[in-house]
């Protein structure tokens, strides 16, 4: 088929896939019983005095909204740091960048001497930063040289693992506050408010925007930086400009959501078998992958324990973590 | 237009290659760099190429600092063809000789109708035409070689850099290389490629620059560099200088 029609015709398809999706995680599996009617009614002609509608308005949308976001968000990281690196393993819990933000956070929300020093999100975005900064560098990933994507995979590992040995003594250290962190460690949408949505979207979509406007940069690294540059890419810019854009959508993620992993490596690698290798054109259907995948994740998160609820990041590890090893094997052997 | 060496220095790890160079590459000619393994040539093609950096002195490109020219510019203005090349996963030929047009498309990417024409074109000049809808992964060697020549070609710069293009490819396609590059020159594009067969390089080329150690030893025509006493001083060679019986070129042959 002509790709034009066969990526217009993916995209609606997942587009209503995703309004499916959507409107299923507004009503299933509530603890006060509310159906998809309520939804319609909720959204096209709200009655604040039925509390089934209230619990779309106020709690259900705003979570769905940032579950949404949240995915996108994570999938287009995901993508620009597999363009930057030029490794498929790479992935912003893969490459520290979930731990170091993590770390951040919780030694702003929890030690008394850098309490109220940074807001939580730029604590996220330096943590997450500098843990990034470290692996690359041990991991020598900014000669994108190609024989070295191992040895930046592990260099992800021992930073990801020294951050989050870090971050459970901080939590020891203030064991008040530790129920609140793990809960967040473990990334959960449930905590998802109209606020914290009120704060989160517009970095995010800055950060998406950000990322759609650099694939087709991506595009030519994918030749190597001698042909880039011989192509008019300013390659320190686009480094710059990619990693700076990976912080603004990692960080905003985890200072609203916590911790969630494996979307921003799994979805590119779908996205790509879907569309093919421009960038151009995958990472639009990564970013509705994600958005979708983190939908379900969450609808899931209140299914699996019902009537509790488990962790969406959970549920991701559950998904993810087969995967991961999946990839690692495909590429070695 | 012209590409020039000022007192440049380039090396490695704070190592000099090249040392104090000043040189001026003529315009509009086919030119080769040589000399023995080590000399440096392919250090300043790749300083020219802006893969390092000078260590003191200037490249300069048009007179301005090479290294400090807009990016965008200066892809339309100097491609240049690496001597290795990663093989990308996924990515048809005719998409890739595309890129080559990127200088010129608009930040988006998207292709013109004359975009289309000139990698059309490209793909034909080089013989990889048929082999447009195949992943360039696919590929032989020598095909592979072509299609990235078919990509820096559809570039479309008045100068062109290579790093020993021949050095991986059989007798044939070396050849066919030599003349697709002397069709080049002669409808106008500065041609500078680095090679190790001197032969080859006095027969195709029309100046060569030959150095040693670092420093700039001879340049000039083939008649005028290819001596006995220049393959003495800078490869300790003894070879004589014959006429190739076909080209009319000097070339040496080496005595025992």
């Known amino acids: 088929m002509n790709t034009p029609i066969k990526s217009l015709s993916l995209g609606i398809l997942l587009c209503m896939g995703l309004v499916l999706l959507s409107w299923w995680n507004l009503f299933a599996w509530s603890v006060v019983p509310v159906t998809g009617l309520d939804v319609w009614h909720a959204v096209t002609a709200f009655d604040s005095q039925v509390i089934a509608q209230r619990i779309v308005i106020d709690l259900r949308l705003p979570r769905l909204l940032t579950a949404l976001l949240v995915g996108a968000a994570l999938a287009a990281a995901g993508t620009i740091m597999q363009g930057l690196t030029r490794n498929p393993l790479a992935a912003p819990s893969v490459l520290g960048v979930n731990a170091g933000a993590a770390l951040g956070m919780a030694l702003v929300s929890t030690l008394p001497a850098f309490y109220g020093a940074f807001s939580t999100s730029i604590a996220a975005m330096l943590g997450g930063g500098l843990a990034w900064l470290l692996v690359m560098l041990l991991g020598s990933a900014w000669r994108m040289g190609g024989n070295d994507q191992g040895r930046l995979v592990l260099a992800g590992v021992a930073i990801s693992a020294l951050c989050a040995a870090l971050t459970k003594a901080v939590v020891i250290m203030e064991e008040d506050q530790a129920a609140g962190v793990m809960t967040w460690l473990a990334g959960s949408l449930a905590d998802a408010r109209w606020q914290s949505w009120s704060t989160f979207w517009p970095v995010a979509l800055v950060g998406l925007i950000g990322a759609l406007l650099l694939t087709p940069a991506l595009n030519l690294l994918q030749l190597g930086e001698d042909n880039a540059r011989n192509l008019g890419i300013n390659l320190l810019r686009s480094k710059l400009l990619g990693s700076l854009l990976v912080l603004i959508l990692v960080g905003a993620t985890i200072s609203t959501v916590g911790s969630i992993g494996f979307v921003g490596l799994i979805v590119p690698h779908i996205a790509r078998l879907l569309m093919g290798q421009d960038f151009r054109l995958f990472l639009p259907v990564a970013m509705l992958l994600g958005a979708g995948l983190v939908t379900l994740a969450d609808t899931l998160s209140r299914a699996i324990t019902y009537p509790m609820e488990t962790p969406a990041g959970a549920i991701l590890a559950l998904i993810g973590a087969p995967f991961f090893i999946y990839l690692v094997r495909k590429r070695t052997l | ?256």
């Open chain 2, 1 to 256: 237009m012209s590409l020039s060496a000022h007192q440049l220095s380039v090396g490695y790890h704070g190592q000099a290659i090249v040392k104090d160079m000043d040189l001026t590459l003529p315009d509009g000619r086919f030119i080769a760099l040589l000399g023995p393994n080590g000399c440096g040539k392919s250090t300043l093609l790749k300083c020219f190429a802006r893969i390092l950096p000078a260590m003191s002195g200037e490249a300069r490109w048009q007179g301005q600092n090479l290294h400090a020219y807009p990016s965008k510019q200066l892809s339309k203005e100097l491609a240049l063809l690496p001597q290795t090349q990663p093989i990308p996963e996924g990515i048809k030929v005719q998409d890739l000789v595309a890129y080559g047009r990127s200088p010129y498309t608009g930040f988006w990417g998207k292709l013109s109708q004359q975009d289309h024409q000139i990698v059309e074109q490209m793909m034909q000049q080089t013989g990889t035409y048929e082999l447009k809808d195949k992943l360039v992964s696919e590929l032989s060697g020598g095909q592979r070689q072509r299609v990235w020549l078919a990509m820096v070609l559809a570039q479309d710069t008045p100068y062109l850099l290579l790093d020993e293009p021949t050095t991986y490819m059989d007798i044939n396609h070396q050849v066919e290389l030599m003349h697709q590059l002397q069709r080049l020159n002669k409808q106008g594009k500065t041609i500078i490629t680095v090679l190790h067969d001197i032969n080859q390089a006095a027969r195709y080329c029309d100046h060569l620059v030959v150095m040693k150690e670092g420093e700039l030893k001879h340049q000039g025509s083939p008649d005028e560099v290819l001596t006995s006493a220049m393959l003495k001083e800078v490869f300790s060679l003894n070879a004589q200088i014959h006429r190739d019986p076909v080209a009319g070129t000097p070339m040496c042959v080496v005595e025992d």
